[in-house]
């Protein structure tokens, strides 16, 4: 995305934004007008942050917690170190002005990996049962955050994308609070972080719109020394 804005002066973007989410359906009235304005906000938020910044508006959604742009270089970098930015996609089309509900539907689930059906994809079940007998699992949890190999960024970039991970390990602790949880590992240079959790917890894991995935954890080999 930088090559191209570099190259092109802008770039269309999909930008994924921090806000728990759910899909509409399984809210209540209440609880869906409180979901849209909380979207809304961070969205407003966002376009404060980026005034000074070479960027336009594009489309606002209000059903999932995004908002599409075209960006220069410069609002590009302020994306890549805001905290309340979960993810930032290419857009190549413009067909995202004339979006429809079921491709919010669509989006919101991508962003945030929370869709019918995409509950064992995202925590496998096997995972429950083994914390619901024998009370905790080890878990690697990977985050929702832009992720290179360090060898390929520069140290600017390299800086960004270890506070990205960091914001994005801080948001899920804090998610985790009240939860049966202890962390096990907190990675600097990947996007992920190492649990045990109990069954509360893994229910808040397969919530979050900050986790990708679940997988079981091995147990850290000790030396027989």
């Not at 728990?20 to 399984?26: D, F, K, L, T, V």
């Not at 336009?56 to 930015?85: N, Q, S």
């Not at 990996?113 to 496998?124: D, F, I, L, N």
């Amino acid at each position: 995305m930088i090559d191209e804005a570099a190259a092109h002066g802008t770039v269309m973007v999909l930008v994924g934004l921090k806000v728990p989410w759910e899909m509409e359906s399984r809210l209540s009235d209440d609880e869906l007008r409180s979901q849209r304005t909380a979207i809304a906000s961070i969205q407003s938020d966002l376009l404060t942050t980026l005034e000074k910044k070479n960027y336009k508006l594009l489309r606002r959604y209000e059903e999932v917690p995004g908002i599409a742009l075209e960006v220069g270089a410069d609002a590009l970098a302020e994306l890549a170190r805001l905290p309340i930015v979960t993810n930032v996609l290419l857009d190549r089309s413009p067909l995202s002005l004339a979006i429809t509900r079921d491709d919010n539907r669509a989006w919101g689930e991508s962003t945030a990996k929370h869709a019918e059906g995409a509950v064992t994809e995202k925590v496998p079940f096997q995972l429950f049962k083994r914390a619901a007998t024998d009370g905790t699992v080890l878990v690697l949890a990977g985050l929702r955050t832009p992720w290179q190999r360090e060898d390929q960024l520069s140290d600017v970039l390299l800086a960004l994308q270890r506070t990205a991970i960091y914001d994005a390990q801080g948001y899920i602790l804090a998610e985790l609070a009240g939860t049966r949880f202890k962390v096990m590992r907190l990675y600097q240079s990947i996007p992920g972080i190492a649990l045990r959790v109990g069954v509360d917890a893994l229910r808040i894991l397969e919530r979050s719109p900050a986790v990708t995935n679940v997988v079981p954890d091995r147990p850290p080999v000790t030396s027989s020394k």
